[in-house]
């Protein structure tokens, strides 16, 4: 958060394009770099697999709680060079992106709780078992074999997700509409 505060003034920098740019270069540089070295950035060094595919995603499962220094490096580093090329495109699908952008904290706190509520109205239509869904950060570290087989298969998660993307939108539009009418100094932050 304070990373993302500090870097306001590049968004709106002249040179917002050339210096994300460099940045994001610079940070999947310093990823790629230090990942392939093998012995700094992430608690978990990657092995070869089986497979070329396998290689690769052990070379790119870098820890993501707390966030360690290779999974920083090549998020921040992705977002940066995104951020280049969104500023290019224009169109529909832009206009979309533009508005979870225009209120980012709206935007993740409500998906926690919508995601939270579809998977538990998921898990009772499928009549599995919810116990351990309440305080699943906990559940996880002290508990985890009661989550498991609670999970979904791959096209149900994605469809899950899709439906909330589609729940937030109206929700963010509103939130974005509102952020623009009354310049309260604490709706900045929401």
Not at 95 to 124: E, K, Q
């Amino acid at each position: 958060m304070a990373l993302g505060y500090g870097m306001g003034p590049l968004f709106v920098s002249r040179e917002r394009s050339r210096l994300f740019l460099v940045i994001g270069a610079s940070l999947l540089a310093l990823f790629f770099a230090l990942r392939s070295l093998n012995v700094y950035g992430d608690p978990h060094p990657w092995a070869m697999g089986a497979t070329p595919g396998q290689t690769v995603m052990h070379f790119f499962n870098v820890q993501k709680y707390p966030p360690s220094l290779l999974y920083l490096t090549v998020t921040l580093g992705i977002a940066c060079l995104l951020a280049t090329l969104f500023d290019r495109w224009r169109g529909r699908l832009t206009d979309v992106l533009r508005v979870f952008g225009s209120v980012p904290l709206f935007a993740y706190v409500l998906h926690i709780y919508l995601l939270h509520a579809a998977n538990v109205a998921l898990l009772v239509l499928t009549h599995r078992p919810t116990l351990g869904t309440f305080d699943q950060t906990r559940t996880a570290f002290l508990e985890p074999e009661k989550l498991a087989g609670s999970g979904f298969p791959l096209p149900v998660i994605f469809a899950v997700w899709l439906g909330v993307l589609l729940l937030l939108y109206p929700l963010c539009r509103w939130r974005a509409s509102l952020k623009s009418r009354n310049h309260s100094w604490w709706l900045s932050y929401l």
